[in-house]
């Protein structure tokens, strides 16, 4: 009777212990910094990118229209497991409803973002190509070549601080490139700095 | 002794004045420039004292909208730092639309911004649609 006595108790005990699971609210955050990159710094970084192109001037074609555009390669070169999409869904989200960019599916950094562009050709220029209205595949020669391309990379440093303390610092290192001339239309690098505890691992 | 001791202080004053002459563009620090009230060895205690007691903190000027060559509303927020600390907050800027409505967009996320001790402070902000004709700012502490 007295083990089970103790062994409810220990349960008890145990359950107040755990961390509740809660979540985030990510309007709002008030949880504390991260020694590591979370989706505020990607925020951060993404809001000042953004604003830095827009306002550039940059992305306005001469003579209107909307310049199409490419997502080339971002590198991660932290050491830390990123994809880099985090950064970069979203710089391409707002490019897009700012009126001024197309995005292509069909070229990428990473290959095409979208494999169908090529499965659906391979598709055509096969014998289930027949199982197809004929005027419903894409021809060739449909495809529009992107005139821009963005790419970059995130590094980070690692910095001992003082005894105790470790300083991170993240750059973020963006560029858009004019693919026809190669030449550099517009460049930004974004910093988030932080500083914590030497045992916090920032990997 | 009343006598010696006023004209001290009548000399004190002008000699604080006579240092605060410089270009407004143009903002010398403590411990750089000449000493003043709030720096000075003896004075800045009290002066430091009293900005706290009276709760000077963080104050916008003026915000200038405009629109820039590209259609896209530009704003700027000016502001100054009456305290005698740096004062770091984080601010959010929303975007409108001629009906009132607010602009969803990734630009509007809480970004850090920071103000040293009597210093003034400038924040810049892009609308990233042609539709935002207004906005609201908030302000909260950095965590």
Not at chain 1, 52 to 78: A, E, P, Q
Not at chain 2, 6 to 13: F, G, K, S, Y
Not at chain 2, 20 to 38: F, M
Request: charged share 25%; proline share 2%.
């Amino acid at each position: 009777m007295r083990t089970k006595i103790i062994i409810t108790l220990a349960g008890l005990l145990l359950a107040g212990c755990a961390q509740e699971t809660v979540n985030i609210d990510v309007v709002n955050d008030e949880g504390k910094a991260v020694m590591e990159l979370d989706y505020r710094d990607f925020a951060q970084a993404a809001s000042e990118m953004i604003q830095s192109m827009i306002s550039s001037g940059t992305l306005k074609k001469s003579g209107g229209g909307r310049y199409v555009m490419t997502t080339g390669r971002v590198t991660n070169d932290t050491m830390q497991r990123i994809d880099t999409d985090q950064l970069m869904a979203k710089i391409e989200e707002e490019l897009m409803n700012s009126g001024q960019v197309v995005m292509t599916s069909a070229v990428g950094g990473k290959g095409a973002p979208d494999e169908m562009i090529y499965e659906m050709r391979d598709i055509r220029d096969s014998a289930t190509g027949d199982e197809f209205k004929q005027e419903t595949l894409a021809g060739k020669k449909t495809l529009i070549a992107p005139e821009l391309s963005i790419a970059g990379k995130i590094l980070q440093r690692n910095i001992r601080y003082d005894r105790n303390t470790q300083q991170v610092e993240y750059y973020f290192q963006l560029m858009i490139t004019d693919l026809t001339t190669g030449l550099r239309f517009w460049q930004k690098e974004s910093i988030i700095g932080k500083r914590g505890d030497d045992r916090s691992v920032a990997w | 002794m009343k006598t010696i001791t006023n004209i001290l202080l009548v000399a004190l004053a002008f000699t604080f004045t006579a240092c605060d002459q410089q270009p407004a563009q143009i903002h010398v620090r403590e411990g750089i420039g000449s000493d003043t009230l709030g720096s000075n060895i003896v004075t800045r205690p009290v002066a430091h004292a009293f900005s706290a007691l009276i709760g000077e903190r963080i104050e916008i000027d003026e915000a200038i909208l405009a629109k820039n060559d590209t259609g896209f509303l530009e704003l700027n927020i000016n502001g100054h730092n009456r305290s005698y600390n740096t004062k770091r907050f984080r601010y959010k800027i929303e975007w409108l639309d001629a009906n009132g409505l607010m602009i969803q967009t990734k630009t509007s996320t809480w970004l850090p911004q920071s103000a040293m001790g009597k210093s003034s402070f400038s924040i810049k902000a892009v609308a990233p649609r042609v539709e935002a004709v207004q906005f609201r700012m908030d302000t909260k502490k950095w965590e």
